[in-house]
């Protein structure tokens, strides 16, 4: 049966993550880039991240260059990018296709358990996947959601 557990992926830094590591734990998948339009989101899912780590949360961030080539850079330079402009603490993920025949296991898994409106295909860079602490995926969330959307969304459903 699949499920979020399965899967292991290396941080921008070649480490690989087993996400058997987050069982427990509220997970926000978020698809990123660093040079659109809502690159900025990155302060709002820190603050988020921030806010509630300390009860369970973890923000994930995947990298992807399929929209517009809006995530052109190498680890280093994303890494730099994410830290530097952003002060990003939450862990972030190699660069990684979302859609397509090449798109990482992890995305099929989740637009299978969340499609999206019309299409299950991503549209954009910052949508968002919502996992329970039980592993659940449970919201999926479209690209111009903000993460104080998100923390709404989480304290009207009792997440923490």
Same mark, same amino acid.
């Given at each position: ?9 290396? /941080? ?6 087993? !996400? ?11 698809? /990123?880039?660093?040079?659109? $339009?809502?690159?900025?989101? #990155? ?33 280093? /330079? ?7 402009? #952003? ?17 990482? =296991?992890? !995305? ?6 969340? =499609? $999206? ?11 968002? !996947? ?6 659940? =995926?449970?919201?999926? !969330?479209? =690209?111009? /959601? ?12 009792? #997440?923490?």
């Amino acid at each position: 049966m699949e499920s979020i557990y399965n899967f292991k992926i290396k /941080t921008l830094q070649g480490k690989e993550i087993d !996400f058997n590591d987050f069982r427990n734990k509220t997970i926000l998948i978020v698809n /990123t880039a660093s040079k659109c $339009g809502f690159t900025p989101q #990155y302060k709002g899912l820190e603050k988020l991240y921030q806010q509630y780590k300390d009860q369970g949360l973890v923000i994930l961030a995947f990298p992807c260059n399929q929209f517009n080539n809006q995530e052109p850079g190498d680890s280093s /330079t994303i890494e730099n990018n994410c830290l530097i402009n #952003y002060g990003v603490s939450f862990p972030v993920f190699e660069k990684i296709d979302v859609n397509g025949k090449n798109a990482h =296991p992890l !995305f099929k898994y989740l637009k299978k358990s969340l =499609p $999206g409106c019309f299409t299950n295909a991503i549209k954009w860079n910052f949508a968002k !996947f919502l996992i329970d602490a039980h592993g659940n =995926p449970v919201k999926r !969330f479209a =690209p111009y /959601t903000q993460p104080e959307k998100i923390n709404i969304f989480m304290l009207k459903n009792n #997440y923490f």
